[in-house]
């Protein structure tokens, strides 16, 4: 397999084209992927409400396609508030996510205009109480760990499903507007069932608060569809029927507003970090080659961490008679943590030498906005958006 038949060949022909203009390392984002994905999930899920996850990847291109498609904004912090609102979204097509703010914060975005948040303890509620009076809430239901998910995502946020339903209750007692449940699956979750696992627990969250007088009708379903790496996962549509079928099966008679804050899934597909070959060397002479790359776990790969996500990676020396061999692939700061995959071994070409390029593919998520601002004076990842199917390239950011 090359990058030009991963990407196809009109495709890489435009990827390549600014490709060759850029300086690496830089993620080169194709906004018309973008924009299928976005279509493909609305597509699949007709009764959702997309609340697309900023902190994917931030960026204005991005945020400004989602607001022209119409989709709404499941934000983490005032500084991504400011970003998205500063877009012109309105603050009713926004929802503050993070269950982990300060009450300073919660009242800047009251004061902006956001009226839904989510919580998950009772801290949290009282600070929403005071600072957002009369707020929406969801709360926060913890799913259990499954070994579905590449990046779980489960033990920090939310609680279990008896203090959840306190929380409705208590919501109800502070003067707030209980709409419902939220969870999160983990992120690049490939077992469909982890849905109908944590519906289960959001059905007995809303039966308890019905017997209490409270009708429930807003089930925030979180991320957790996938990208396309290494490993395979269900197509969209499958992850689609899996779920439409467990909501069906728990809330025929209930009508509900569904929220679905895909990150990963509408991003990831977009993006190509276009990297250079810094060094080949070896740490004994009949040991394995050590290919060393301008782009590390501190320049947007953090999702290498324990090898979890295994992106797609080509070489501008692939081809199909390409002699190659296994090797270890790391990034070039002076941390020995800036190792991609050691156990993971890439086949990569016999003459790859300094000055050849690494594209690894699916960055589009997660690598922006987790990349080090200075570490061993390296500057940030750059970004590079563009759109395949537009005749110019958007915009350039650094
Ligand atoms: C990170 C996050 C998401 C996005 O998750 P993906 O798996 O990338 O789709 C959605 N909702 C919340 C609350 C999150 O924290």
Not at 73 to 89: H, P
Not at 109 to 134: C, M, N, T, W
Not at 299 to 311: A, M, P, R, V
């Given at each position: 397999m090359t990058l030009a038949s991963h990407l196809g060949a009109p495709r890489h022909a435009i990827f390549q084209q600014h490709a060759e203009t850029i300086q690496t390392p830089c993620l080169l984002v194709d906004l018309a992927i973008v924009r299928k994905r976005y279509e493909q999930l609305a597509d699949a899920f007709p009764t959702g409400n997309i609340y697309y996850a900023v902190k994917a990847n931030p960026s204005k291109e991005v945020i400004r396609l989602v607001r022209d498609q119409g989709g709404c904004?499941?934000?983490?912090?005032?500084?991504?508030?400011?970003?998205?609102?500063?877009?012109?979204?309105a603050a009713s097509r926004i929802s503050f996510g993070n269950t982990i703010k300060k009450k300073q914060d919660i009242a800047y975005?009251?004061?902006?205009?956001?009226?839904?948040?989510?919580?998950?303890?009772?801290?949290?509620?009282?600070?929403?109480?005071?600072?957002?009076?009369?707020?929406?809430?969801y709360i926060r239901v913890l799913t259990e760990d499954r070994p579905g998910a590449d990046w779980p995502l489960s033990r920090k946020f939310g609680c279990e499903p008896e203090m959840a339903s306190r929380l409705i209750k208590q919501a109800r007692?502070?003067?707030?507007?209980?709409?419902?449940?939220?969870?999160?699956?983990?992120?690049?979750?490939?077992?469909?069932?982890?849905?109908?696992?944590?519906?289960?627990?959001?059905?007995?969250?809303?039966?308890?608060?019905?017997?209490?007088?409270?009708?429930?009708?807003?089930?925030?379903?979180?991320?957790?569809?996938?990208?396309?790496?290494?490993?395979s996962t269900p197509k969209i549509r499958e992850y689609a029927n899996a779920i439409e079928a467990a909501l069906t099966d728990r809330f025929k008679h209930v009508p509900v507003k569904l929220i679905l804050e895909p990150g990963r899934y509408l991003v990831a597909d977009a993006g190509v970090l276009v990297t250079e070959v810094v060094l080949v060397s070896k740490k004994?002479?009949?040991?394995?080659?050590?290919?060393?790359?301008?782009?590390?776990?501190?320049?947007?790969?953090?999702?290498?961490?324990?090898?979890?996500?295994?992106?797609?990676?080509?070489?501008?020396?692939?081809?199909?008679?390409?002699?190659?061999?296994?090797?270890?692939?790391?990034?070039?700061?002076?941390?020995?943590?800036?190792?991609?995959?050691?156990?993971?071994?890439?086949?990569?070409p016999l003459s790859l030498d300094a000055g050849d390029r690494i594209y690894i593919v699916g960055t589009g998520a997660y690598t922006t906005s987790y990349s080090a601002v200075e570490f061993n004076g390296f500057p940030p990842l750059a970004a590079f958006y563009y759109d395949s199917e537009a005749v110019q390239a958007v915009s350039a950011a650094a």
């Open positions: 904004f499941d934000i983490a912090s005032r500084y991504e508030l400011d970003k998205v609102m500063a877009e012109g979204v975005f009251y004061q902006k205009g956001v009226r839904l948040f989510a919580s998950d303890s009772i801290a949290d509620l009282k600070h929403i109480a005071e600072a957002a009076p009369g707020a929406q809430v007692e502070l003067g707030l507007w209980p709409r419902g449940v939220s969870f999160h699956v983990g992120s690049q979750q490939r077992d469909l069932d982890a849905w109908a696992a944590a519906l289960d627990r959001v059905k007995t969250i809303f039966d308890a608060a019905w017997r209490d007088g409270i009708a429930l009708d807003l089930i925030n379903m979180g991320g957790g569809l996938p990208g396309n790496y290494l490993h004994r002479d009949e040991g394995a080659r050590w290919v060393f790359i301008d782009a590390g776990k501190f320049g947007g790969l953090i999702e290498t961490l324990d090898e979890s996500i295994k992106y797609p990676i080509y070489t501008n020396k692939d081809a199909d008679n390409a002699e190659t061999d296994a090797v270890v692939l790391a990034g070039p700061t002076c941390d020995s943590a800036d190792i991609l995959y050691e156990k993971f071994r890439y086949q990569m």
